[in-house]
């Protein structure tokens, strides 16, 4: 799924999630003892419209980088086409609206701030960063996409393109780095009893 996905793509997606939050939920229920709690921390959309949010930022960023190999001639665009990434980044509301139609715990609280996913970016806007910090930022950004996405990416292009893959992410990176466009990871935390 991306931003340019058409609405029934979202719809499913969204579905899914909320069937699978809702089992989940249940499934937690019947682990926790009486007057336990249970805390989760999950990737998130700061707003409903799933369209206008910069949630899907990395994984475009990902996707430009496959279609560089297909301008390359390193990867097959029926290889690309078929490729999915199986995520879905809910909004607050959707996830007080399982919460709440679910019924096994109480929300404590729920709040949704913003993360940077790299630890050695600590000016949080990059107005500061040298060609030389916004290089080290855009390699550990690959990186650390790398470690999430690299077993999907091996499991369907194989371990061939890898590390091409990922030094074309960097170079993403690194452009969004300079001309100061990388967005920060809304991250929903939760409290339930």
């Known amino acids: 799924m991306a931003r340019a996905s058409p609405p029934n793509v979202y719809q499913a997606y969204r579905n899914q999630f909320h069937n699978d939050f809702t089992r989940f939920l249940q499934m937690r229920s019947e682990e926790v003892v009486h007057g336990g709690s249970m805390i989760l921390t999950f990737l998130a959309r700061e707003v409903a419209d799933p369209t206008i949010d910069d949630c899907w930022a990395h994984l475009e960023l990902l996707g430009q980088s496959l279609v560089d190999m297909i301008k390359e001639g390193l990867v097959r665009e029926s290889d690309i086409n078929s490729f999915n990434v199986p995520l879905y980044f809910p909004c607050e509301e959707e996830v007080r609206n399982i919460i709440e139609y679910e019924r096994s715990f109480s929300l404590e ?77 809304p991250l929903c935390f939760i409290f339930l009893y």
């Open 109 to 185: 609280n729920m709040n949704v701030f913003k993360i940077n996913w790299d630890p050695q970016d600590t000016d949080y806007i990059n107005t500061n960063d040298s060609d030389e910090l916004s290089q080290i930022h855009a390699k550990n950004m690959s990186k650390l996409v790398k470690s999430v996405y690299e077993p999907l990416l091996i499991f369907h292009f194989g371990n061939s393109i890898i590390d091409m893959l990922f030094k074309k992410l960097e170079k993403h990176y690194l452009y969004m780095y300079c001309c100061q466009c990388i967005q920060h990871e």
